[in-house]
C-alpha cells in the first residue's frame, strides 16, 4: 500500500508482520524475544523489498542436463544498518541474502534537539556499483534516516532502499520528500511524535531494546 500520494513509500500489509509488530511493541517482551521478532520481521520485509531486484541467468548442470537459470546477483547488493538499532535486522536480511556486503552507520540522536550525530561510517567498496538497503527499526523525525542516505549518496550509490518497522507520518513524509528517489518499505506507520520525539504508540527505544541497556 502507497502513503498517500508518495510513489516511494511502500507500507507493509502482511499479517505476519502486523502480527510480530504487536508481539514488539509490548513492554513485558524481554530482550531474547525482541530481538528475535526483529529479526524475523526484516525477513519479511526484505522478502517484499527485494520483489523488484533484476534477475541474471547462469548455467547450471543439473543431475539429468545442463540449463539456464535465473539467479540474484547477492555482490551487488549492500546492506547498511544504522547504528545501534539497525543492527538487530541484519541476519534477518542475511536470512535470504547471505552474500550482501554490510556496511555500518553510526548515528546517535542528540536527546536535546533530536538531531543526529555521525559517529561511525564504513562501507563497502564500489557503492555506485551496488543496490543499498538502509536497516533501521525506528522512523521517527527521519533525521537519522535522511541524514544516513545523505552519507550513502555522497558515496556514490545511486539506488537505495530505506527499511525501517515503524515509522511516524512526520518522519516518513520528510524522508520521502528529502529523497524521492529512495523507496521506504514501512511495517507499521504509527500514530505521531510525542514532545521528546519518540514514535506514539511505537515500542520505546529500539537500541535499549535490543541491547538490553535499559
Ligand atoms: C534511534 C533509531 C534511529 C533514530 C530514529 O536511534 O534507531 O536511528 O533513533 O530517530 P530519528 O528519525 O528522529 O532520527 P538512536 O539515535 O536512539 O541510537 P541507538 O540506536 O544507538 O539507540
Ligand atoms: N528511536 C527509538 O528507538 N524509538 C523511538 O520511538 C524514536 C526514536
Do not use: W
Amino acid at each position: 500500500m502507497h502513503y498517500k500520494d508518495f510513489e516511494n513509500v511502500i507500507i507493509m500489509e502482511h499479517p505476519l508482520i502486523k502480527h510480530k509488530i504487536s508481539l514488539l511493541r509490548d513492554k513485558n517482551t524481554v530482550t531474547l524475544v525482541f530481538r528475535h521478532l526483529v529479526e524475523e520481521i526484516a525477513t519479511l520485509e526484505v522478502y517484499e523489498a527485494l520483489a523488484d531486484v533484476p534477475l541474471t541467468e547462469v548455467e547450471i548442470e543439473t543431475p539429468i542436463e545442463t540449463c539456464t537459470g535465473p539467479v540474484i546477483d547477492g555482490k551487488k547488493l549492500a546492506i547498511v544498518p544504522v547504528l545501534r538499532a539497525g543492527l538487530g535486522m541484519v541476519t534477518g536480511v542475511q536470512n535470504l541474502v547471505p552474500n550482501a556486503k554490510v556496511g555500518h552507520i553510526g548515528l546517535c540522536r542528540d536527546p536535546e534537539t533530536h538531531e543526529p550525530r555521525e559517529y561511525y561510517c564504513k562501507l563497502p567498496e564500489n557503492m555506485d556499483q551496488r543496490l543499498a538497503i538502509i536497516l533501521d527499526p525506528m522512523l521517527a523525525t527521519g533525521g537519522s534516516a535522511v541524514a544516513a542516505v545523505d552519507f550513502i549518496k555522497q558515496h556514490g550509490c545511486k539506488h537505495i532502499k530505506f527499511m525501517c518497522i515503524i515509522a511516524a507520518p512526520e518522519g516518513l513524509e520528510r524522508l520521502a520528500k528529502a529523497h524521492t528517489d529512495v523507496e521506504i518499505y514501512v511495517g507499521n506507520l504509527d500514530r505521531c511524535l510525542n514532545e521528546d520525539a519518540y514514535i506514539c504508540p511505537g515500542l520505546g527505544d529500539a537500541g535499549d531494546r535490543i541491547f538490553g541497556t535499559k
